[in-house]
Nanobody
Framework: VQLQASGGGLVHTGGSLRLSCAASGRAFSSYGMAWFRQAPGRERQFVAGISWRGGSIYYGEFVQGRFTISRDNAKNTLSLQMNSLKPEDTAVYYC?????????????????????WGQGTEVTVSS
């Protein structure tokens, strides 16, 4: 599967952005999907993950109700609605797809569980 992320940009503190990830190739609905982010000099961080049909969702602890992940299997798209953005949310955001035998939080949050990655979209939050 090929992934193409978009929707990043520059916003002020408290603003909102909606990231999208368009998938092509093998059946999108067969993958667990996630958003990760990576700030300069820091490790890649799990943001949110969603199971094959969207019935099970996990968020990183820092999200605290500000972000919403969703997927549309009919349109082969993954989305991340981000509200109440903070300067510390500044990072490159990546969408990722992986084959999962079981969808569990301590597995879904690991970058090495995802075989396919988009190119990243940059989010900058100014104070």
């Amino acid at each position: 599967v090929q992934l193409q992320a978009s929707g990043g940009g520059l916003v002020h503190t408290g603003g909102s952005l909606r990231l999208s990830c368009a998938a092509s190739g093998r059946a999108f609905s067969s993958y667990g999907m996630a958003w990760f982010r990576q700030a300069p000099g820091r490790e890649r961080q799990f943001v949110a993950g969603i199971s094959w049909r969207g019935g099970s969702i996990y968020y990183g602890e820092f999200v605290q109700g500000r972000f919403t992940i969703s997927r549309d299997n009919a349109k082969n798209t993954l989305s991340l609605q981000m509200n109440s953005l903070k300067p510390e949310d500044t990072a490159v955001y990546y969408c990722a797809a992986g084959d999962f035998y079981q969808w569990l939080p301590d597995i879904a949050e690991l970058p090495n569980q995802y075989a396919y990655w988009g190119q990243g979209t940059e989010v900058t939050v100014s104070s």
